[in-house]
């Protein structure tokens, strides 16, 4: 990465993984978490949300030009609510979601993405499964995604 040879202080990155292969990847991830832990900052353009939430404490959601969102990334994520669980069990767990009016957002070989309205509902499956005595590997209760809250907010401007 040529950007870096002079060592600046700043450094600015378009879209730094697109059409990299997983091992390059990871070469690069290493650079830029290096670079950060040297005290330079790193500016970073990604449509990648996934990659932002990886990289950056603090962000600037653009929309046509107009800032939608900013500030530090975990701070917007905690003024939001849980929005879904996942599960992973043993077994099939649908009925189980059916009684308390949970809808599967995504199920593989019975891990479920469960969408949730209210985080009391999730609390209330875990306790029943425990006591029917149903195997719970993982439960975790998740806030929205960067991309979830990117799409919410970009929807409201437009």
């Known amino acids: 990465m040529t950007a870096i040879i002079h060592n600046p202080e700043l450094v600015v990155l378009d879209e730094p993984f697109s059409g990299l292969d ?6 690069l991830k290493n650079i830029i978490i290096n670079l950060v832990k ?6 970073m353009s990604a449509h990648q949300m996934v990659t932002i939430e ?3 404490r603090d962000i600037l959601i653009l929309n046509k030009g107009k800032t939608v969102l900013q500030g530090n990334l975990k701070d917007i ?3 939001y609510p849980a929005n879904r669980v996942e599960i992973d069990v043993k077994q ?3 009925n189980y979601l059916k009684e308390f009016d949970l809808e599967i957002e995504n199920e593989t070989n019975n891990n479920y993405i469960i969408k949730l309205k209210e985080e009391e509902k999730a ?5 029943k ?6 195997k719970v590997d993982k439960f975790e209760i998740k806030k929205p995604t960067l991309n979830d809250i990117f799409i919410e907010k ?3 401007t437009n």
């Open 54 to 56: 990886e990289f950056c």
């Open 129 to 134: 499964l425990v006591i029917d005595g149903i």
């Open 38 to 43: 040297e005290g330079k900052y790193v500016i």
């Open 154 to 156: 970009v929807e409201e």
């Open 77 to 79: 994520k905690e003024g």
């Open 92 to 94: 099939d767990i649908r």
């Open 22 to 27: 997983p091992v390059n990847t990871e070469i």
């Open 123 to 127: 609390h209330q499956l875990l306790n």
